[in-house]
């Protein structure tokens, strides 16, 4: 049986989600109220989640955090964005954080959502 190569997508979300499972095995008390927050949050309310994610999806390019770049643009697919909106909110988060924002969104969040795309073809 051939084994199939892991995207460099998928490897960082399988990295985050194997490095969120030990800290909660760790701190469990505090991943617990982390989790509760972070679900409240993004809960749908006078906003979307999909407005939700493209929100979180531009702070954490601003803020040059790469697990969160895409995990949150895996959230806008999850949600329903289309590759229009996601590059719309890079480019609002480009506005604001400048070259180093806009450089993490030509290629990481990019790169991430052609792979996540593929993956569900």
Do not use: R
């Not at 697990?67 to 590759?83: F, P, R, V």
Request: proline fraction near 1%; charge should be negative.
């Amino acid at each position: 049986m051939e084994e199939q190569k892991m995207t460099f997508t998928e490897a960082y979300l399988q990295e985050y989600k194997h490095g969120i499972g030990t800290f909660t095995e760790k701190m469990p008390k505090i991943a617990h109220h982390f989790n509760a927050f972070t679900e409240a949050a993004f809960e749908a309310g006078e906003l979307s989640e999909k407005e939700k994610q493209l929100i979180a999806l531009g702070i954490s390019v601003v803020a040059q955090d790469e697990y969160c770049m895409i995990y949150h643009t895996k959230g806008c697919i999850d949600q329903g964005a289309s590759e229009k909106e996601i590059m719309e909110a890079c480019g609002v988060s480009a506005a604001f954080g400048g070259g180093a924002a806009m450089s993490q969104a030509v290629t990481l969040v990019q790169e991430a959502y052609q792979e996540l795309q593929n993956l569900q073809h």
